[in-house]
């Protein structure tokens, strides 16, 4: 009988499994939106080199989220929260959890969520990929594929525990103090809605 490497051995790592063959899929055929996220993206195929390990938060090196940018019907407001723990406003998402077994239906379940819409519809393409710090296992990064998602016309947002606060505001007006990395979304997010207009 083999010995189990320590990789396999990582909690929760065997439920990531198809997160994982999602992820680098997805990744790999994307065309990213720009020079910053083509860099991000390439640097995030490099960490799911680790296996299913580097979906889950306890990957110190770093770890894959998912996040969404959502858009009411027209495309006239997106909906921001102003998070909780370090009191900025910034894009719906979160920790890929082991249930979850596509990267776009995680950012569709974090805006569910964190909004409390009902009804909400994700775009399969990344936005966006941005690597940023956060303090996590003391101290590793966050790998967040972005993605725009749609409410439904006449949505009512409700506030989750983990925000302050939740706004929609225009596109060309968004709230301070702004998280960095959020408003560069705005343009693929738009983008991603005429297509689906089509």
Do not use: N
Not at 29 to 44: F, H, I, K, L
């Amino acid at each position: 009988m083999e010995q189990e490497s320590s990789r396999d051995s990582a909690p929760g790592v065997g439920a990531y499994a198809a997160l994982h063959a999602d992820a680098t899929a997805l990744l790999a055929g994307w065309t990213p939106t720009g020079a910053a996220a083509g860099g991000a993206r390439d640097r995030t195929l490099d960490l799911l080199a680790d296996g299913p390990a580097a979906l889950g938060r306890e990957h110190r090196a770093g770890h894959i989220t998912a996040s969404a940018l959502v858009l009411d019907a027209t495309g006239e407001r997106i909906l921001l929260c102003l998070h909780g723990k370090f009191h900025r406003w910034v894009q719906l998402g979160g920790h890929c959890e082991p249930g979850d077994r596509t990267l776009a239906g995680a950012a569709l379940r974090e805006a569910g969520e964190e909004s409390g819409i009902a009804g909400l519809v994700v775009d399969p393409v990344p936005i966006d990929v941005d690597i940023h710090p956060v303090a996590c296992q003391g101290g590793s990064l966050h790998h967040d594929v972005r993605f725009a998602v749609f409410a439904p016309a006449g949505a009512t947002e409700r506030v989750s525990d983990e925000s302050e606060a939740l706004g929609w505001f225009p596109p060309d007006r968004l709230p301070e103090p702004l998280a960095g990395g959020t408003a560069q979304l705005v343009a693929p997010a738009l983008a991603a809605l005429r297509r689906r207009a089509r």
